[in-house]
């Protein structure tokens, strides 16, 4: 044999070898899944759907539709059928259960308007397992969210040890996310300045996780966990509802309603709802306090220059990466990607409809306070900010709130 063709021989191998192993590893988890009501595993969620339904195709889709403003019948009705879902109010025969937190996606989303941001206080408790130490082929399959309501004749419970409480997250605005969703990923991949999440001190960095399988690249949670929107609403299905689909490790609980509860149409149709829900926000006024938020590094991160084939993105204020917001504002880590520090620049298109608390964690009362709990990477920023005279940080507050 020529040594070429034993090298291809070998690769050949190594593959079958690594795929048998990755196999391996979700059948672990589906096994756990039956023990504890299911793990979540949106990464190797994400790789099934996006190499078996069109997915990508329907993300062009969308694209072109933003873009063009042209939607055709069959996305028309599309989204129709997706706002009927988002408001729908689901019964134990549609799949409820056994543990849910809410019986609708407007019960979490619907400030000022659906799909729009939850009621204050809504916060989901996110569990994790810690960084790749159990069963899982990747690490966001470690982290999910646990249900605070059962049906009769469930008890009650939380993840399982090893599982514990990493942090609370509160439910962001939905309005006008397919145009989170169509960014093409070198635009992405073009404002990062690292190759891993560890800036120098005090530099801005910004880093986009890496999507270990499938096309795409991640942008939804507050922690990056999805590419698409198909892909979270499915976890939101699953975690929220307690309702399964046919994706991997999420199609299956023990109630009593055949598995999957949710057809593939319906979350297509759901994602379709969100993805063209108006965006909020609109007309920004060039004056002074666009000038200090330039001025003090605010655009350092809260600033996206996106444009899908030649159609400018409307500004949502992130550049769609993860930084470090310093110790003080993290969650106890849950996965080698995205440590506990760090956290995907929250878009500020819609502040002018919500009041606080601010952040994902809701730990900041007033968007002051927001600012001053910025550090890592943004300490400079927030330095500057300080720095402001009492007149002009107003004025920077103010243009926040017509965002
Ligand atoms: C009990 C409250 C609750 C319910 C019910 C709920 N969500 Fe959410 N949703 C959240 C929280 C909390 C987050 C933030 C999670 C994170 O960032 O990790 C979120 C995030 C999302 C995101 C990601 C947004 C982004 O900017 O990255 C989408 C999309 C979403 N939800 C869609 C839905 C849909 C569709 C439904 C109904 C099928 C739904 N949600 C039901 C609480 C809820
Ligand atoms: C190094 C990047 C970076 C810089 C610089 C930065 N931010 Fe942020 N900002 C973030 C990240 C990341 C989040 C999300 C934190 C979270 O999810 O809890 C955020 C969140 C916010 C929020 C909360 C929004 C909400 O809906 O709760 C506000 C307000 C905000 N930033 C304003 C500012 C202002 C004003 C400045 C300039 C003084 C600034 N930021 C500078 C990265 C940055």
């Not at 049906?151 to 409480?165: D, K, Q, V």
């Amino acid at each position: 044999m020529s040594r070429a063709r034993a090298k291809i021989l070998w690769l050949a191998l190594l593959g079958v070898a690594l795929l048998t192993t990755l196999w391996a590893g979700a059948q672990l988890v589906i096994d756990e899944a039956g023990d504890d009501g299911g793990a979540a595993a949106f990464a190797a969620l994400g790789a099934e759907l996006l190499t078996s339904q069109g997915f990508t195709e329907r993300v062009e889709m969308r694209a072109k539709a933003l873009a063009s403003g042209v939607h055709s019948t069959q996305l028309k009705a599309s989204i129709a059928r997706g706002r009927a879902l988002f408001y729908q109010v689901r019964t134990v025969e549609q799949g409820l259960g056994p543990g849910y937190n809410g019986v609708s996606c407007a019960e979490c989303h619907a400030r000022p308007n659906p799909p729009g941001r939850g009621p204050a206080g809504r916060f989901a408790r996110v569990f994790s397992a810690g960084p790749r130490q159990t069963y899982s082929p990747s690490p966001t399959a470690e982290a999910r969210v646990a249900q605070s309501r059962w049906l009769a004749g469930h008890a009650s419970r939380l993840p399982p040890a090893p599982f514990r409480e990493i942090g609370r997250r509160r439910p962001p605005d939905l309005r006008g996310l397919g145009w989170i969703e169509v960014v093409p990923v070198e635009q992405i991949q073009r404002q990062t300045k690292c190759d891993s999440p560890k800036a120098p001190p005090g530099q801005v960095c910004g880093w986009a996780p890496p999507k270990e399988r499938g096309a795409g690249s991640l942008r939804f949670g507050a922690k990056m966990v999805t590419a698409t929107l198909e892909e979270f609403i499915t976890g939101a299905l699953y975690f929220e509802h307690g309702q399964t689909t046919r994706a991997p490790m999420m199609n299956r609980d023990d109630d009593d309603v055949a598995d999957p509860e949710v057809s593939e149409q319906d979350v297509i149709d759901l994602a379709n709802y969100v993805a063209f829900s108006p965006p909020p926000g609109g007309d920004v006024f060039e004056g002074k306090g666009l000038k200090l938020f330039r001025q003090v590094g605010c655009a350092d991160c809260h600033w996206g220059d996106f444009e899908i084939d030649g159609t400018e993105v409307p500004q949502f204020w992130s550049d769609l990466l993860v930084h470090n917001l310093g110790e003080h504002h993290a969650e106890l880590d849950y996965e080698e990607r995205t440590p506990g520090t760090h956290w995907r620049t929250l878009p500020l298109w819609g502040l002018r409809d919500h009041q606080g608390p601010y952040l994902t964690n809701g730990s900041a009362k007033t968007l002051a306070d927001a600012v001053m709990r910025h550090g890592g990477e943004a300490l400079q920023s927030r330095k500057r900010y300080q720095e402001l005279d009492e007149g002009e940080q107003n004025e920077l507050v103010t243009f926040l709130k017509t965002l």
